[in-house]
């Protein structure tokens, strides 16, 4: 029997359980989405505005389910605005797959109109990379893709000329959906007493978890209570162990905790539990360390380790707390726990600093007291991320995400359409600076088009903040980082959702109320105050670096430099 390639593309991808792509059409993969047209029941097709947002999508729903997240666009201007979003997904290890059109067959190497070799183009974010010469192979090329894709989490590619699809082929292949198992490591009690005896002989041991601890949450917290250790999560597993349990350090690094910079410096032992944690500097390399993750390239790639287990979080843990004594009491503990409650002292005093219009620190605070136990925060670069990471307590029922490595703007509002999409009992909560959101605000509208009620701050600051800071700290003299001036209230009520305009905490309080249960998209336009996202350990570079804009500032602006408060400096710097 012959079956058109294109329609048994779509097949073998709703076998895998795939059941929505964001793209948005045209020329080169038409004869694709005419396949699509005819799946409309097996595939949804979320036509987004810009293909940015349909790769951004699709990394997140990944980042947030596990679920492979698929993108469409024409080859050519399509192809290349997929690729940040796709490299987002690369570097945050998730699994996407991206499929590109291309000019047809006959026409390839002829330098065609929108002739663009995505094959070179996208070799160094893919995995998994492609170019379709045969209908009859594809097929069993979109299944590898798929399987490629979860196996090494990250991003396959294919390309497709437009006139393959639409070729009749044999319909002789059976996808791969059954046969597909990721390697189950069996647990070795050696290294399980490996490890059990090195935690032993140390006193100040500290955790580094990351989002290898996905499926492990409540062995991770188990493991934590029982040996009496403190915990570090790396931004992606924000909340993974709940963000106010008292062993809790939060983040470590620039946007990280002061506690969690220093205990890192004080232990003895480091404990990295399904983590790629980039920032080497931060960490202790002076002390001994295990590490557990299911993918072996990544043992001993950040820090030298002692013991290495490769598995599972979930079932080296369950083991090691099988199998180890209780700890009863760890002097390294305590002191963890007095200065993390000194530092939420400290981030009250912030919260509580005077100031006009809304107070940054204050309405990150407010969102994660009124978000629901089920609710999913998407984060966007600038001072939100900053500001999240420190003033949303995120809890192991929510879920958190951003865009952790590539640390692209933009990336809020795709995140909660996936979120919404893939979660619609979720309550979902978007929180973007004013140049973020207007990197990828056409798709608002989108969200409106979809019915995918959700709440997105926009911090109006008319400011690109973050840069202003960070030039500050670097001693440079703060230049290009205004914006315009956008009513995105108004803009939200044009796109057909429903628009606000906050002026204070009490207003930002009572919108967050007002829209809970909103069905449709709400945007809150908040007048924020220019806020410093301090780090929390201030670094010497950075603190000569405040000094020297400070100066400079003086002598080129004959003024005296708006700096942020000077206790807030010497905290994080001493
Ligand atoms: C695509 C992209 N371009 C530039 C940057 C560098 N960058 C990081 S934060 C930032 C400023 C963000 O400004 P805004 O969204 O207004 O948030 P604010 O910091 O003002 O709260 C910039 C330009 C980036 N991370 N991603
Ligand atoms: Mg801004």
Redesign the pocket.
Known sequence: MKVRASDKMIDIMSQWGIDNIFGLPGDSVDTTIDAMYRAQNKIKFTHVLHEEVAALSAAAQAKLTGKIGVCLSIGGPGAIHLL?GLYDAKMDHAPVLAILGQVQSKMLNTDFFQEVDTHVLFDDVAVYNKLIMDPQSLPRIVDEAIRTAYSKQGVAVLTIPDDIPDHLIQDNFTANVDNFKIEDYQVDDKEIKAVLDLIKIHSNPIVLAGTGIRNAKKETLEFIEKFKIPIIQTMPAKGMVNDNHPYNLGQLGKLGTKPAFEMMQKADLLIMLGTDYPYAPYLNHKIDAIQVDINGDKLGKRHRVNVAIQGETKEVLSRMIELGEDVKTRPFLDTAINRMAQWRSWMEDVMSKKHTGVL?SKMFRTLSDQAEDNAVFSI??????AFGARFIDAKSTQKYTISAWL????CALPGAIAAKMNMPNRPVYAM??????S?VMQDFATAVRYKLPMVITV?N?K??????Y?QQSAGQQNYGIG?PDIDFAKFAEACGGIGVTVTSNEEYVAALKKYKNADKPVLIDAA?TDEA?LPGKIVMDEAKGYAKFGFGHVIDEKSIPQLPPMKEILRSFL
């Open positions: 940040n940054p966007d670069v600038g001072t939100s991320t640390g692209t703007m933009g973007a600076g004013d140049g973020a959101f990197m911090l600051n400011l690109l903040a973050f840069i202003e960070e914006l924020v996202p």
